[in-house]
């Protein structure tokens, strides 16, 4: 079956811009995470929702982020007035929401801002 | 915040060698995860263990618990050019589902 997408791959914008950034998680995957990686380093958590509710969103760095989940299934995760700082890859995943159940990854959007 | 600190931070080693992978933390977890990630894609896992002392092996790999659970390790036998990868840990606290990832460690296995 199909894995977690994200779009886009890549994402180059000016700063002081508006982004948002899409995640598909796998088909009946009640949990879904949002993590930071900068280069060279290990992920950052973000936020964690379970269904549609945030559960956790204690990662979130300041109010300039924010990420929903309407439906329980698809999640954006929203940047305003984006600062070159911002940039590094952004990673979604999902699980079946059990304690220590497997996080499968995506492939990550990149982004830039110049 | 990242709560588990990872030695080496980067690591080049010929082919055939074996070495250790270090993640340490002062705080406790309910289970530690071990992943791979290679450049473009997102981290996939390796292991979970969950209780202090755990031992298990995946082929080459070892990995270990510390009957503390505030730590880890990550030992590879013979190491193959196929291992070259970023290696991170992560630990879930008993809070939730939170985890939380270690500073990573950059292997390159020369053939």
């Known amino acids: 079956g199909a894995g977690v997408s994200q779009t886009p791959s890549n994402k180059v914008t000016e700063k002081g811009k508006y982004v948002e950034l899409r995640c598909d998680p796998i088909?009946?995957?009640?949990?879904l995470y949002w993590y930071r990686q900068s280069l060279g380093q290990g992920p950052e958590f973000l936020i964690y929702?379970?269904?549609?509710?945030?559960?956790?969103d204690s990662g979130l760095p300041n109010d300039r982020f924010f990420a929903v989940r309407p439906e329980g299934s698809v999640s954006t995760l929203k940047i305003q007035r984006t600062e070159r700082g911002d940039s590094a890859v952004y990673l979604c995943a999902s699980s079946t929401g059990y304690p220590t159940d497997t996080q499968y990854f995506g492939p990550g959007t990149r982004l830039t801002v110049l | 915040t990242q709560l588990l600190e990872q030695s080496p931070q980067f690591l080049s080693i010929q082919e055939g060698e074996n070495l250790t992978v270090y993640c340490n933390s002062s705080?406790?977890?309910?289970?530690l995860q071990w992943y791979r990630q290679e450049p473009g894609e997102g981290p996939v896992l390796l292991v979970t263990?969950?209780?202090?002392?755990e031992v298990k092996k995946l082929k080459r790999l070892t990995f270990q618990f510390g009957d503390a659970r505030k730590d880890s390790s990550l030992h590879i036998t013979a190491a193959q050019p196929g291992d070259t990868g970023l290696y991170l840990c992560?630990?879930?606290?008993?809070?939730?589902?939170?985890?939380?990832f270690g500073t990573g460690t950059s292997l390159t296995v020369i053939p």
């Open positions: 705080s406790v977890f309910s289970s």
């Open positions: 992560a630990g879930e606290m008993n809070t939730g589902n939170q985890f939380y």
């Open positions: 263990v969950v209780t202090g002392g």
């Open positions: 088909s009946g995957h009640t949990a």
């Open positions: 929702f379970q269904g549609t509710g945030a559960a956790d």
